[in-house]
């Protein structure tokens, strides 16, 4: 199956490796068969093409008692990608059909005084479960 991908570094072609395994993944990924669980899904697939979009971290939360990883089912978190949406992903919506999870993601304060390093090891927990586990649903 070949596939394009787009993403803020261009274009480029791809093609679907069978048998890939994702290793080192970190909890339990979120359920992307409850609808619930996405921030947008088309009403109907008569496009020829699908986005599957993936936004940005976007929580910021500097509460002392504020969560570093924050839960899909986070009203702020849920409030910020909705916002969002009316700035990127709505442009795809009637052209594509619109695929967006909500997926767990890092409250940007919680990078603060980290090094580079610290943060892509930060980023590989559970924020990249559920990115893997989204991807694996709709694919």
């Not at 697939?45 to 570093?68: G, K, M, Q, S």
Request: contains cysteine.
């Amino acid at each position: 199956m070949n596939y394009t991908i787009i993403h803020n570094r261009g274009i480029k072609n791809a093609r679907k490796k069978e048998n890939y395994k994702v290793k080192n993944l970190v909890g339990v990924p979120t359920d992307y068969s409850d609808k619930n669980n996405w921030a947008h899904l088309p009403e109907n697939t008569d496009n020829a093409v699908d986005t599957f979009f993936i936004y940005p971290t976007l929580y910021v939360n500097p509460e002392p008692d504020a969560p570093t990883i924050v839960p899909v089912d986070d009203s702020m978190l849920r409030e910020c990608v909705n916002e969002f949406y009316l700035e990127i992903p709505v442009l795809f919506e009637d052209i594509t059909n619109l695929y967006e999870p909500f997926y767990r993601q890092s409250n940007l304060c919680a990078l603060t005084g980290m090094t580079p390093e610290e943060i892509m090891e930060f980023q590989s927990h559970e924020q990249r479960t559920d990115i893997y586990a989204a991807l694996d649903y709709f694919f």
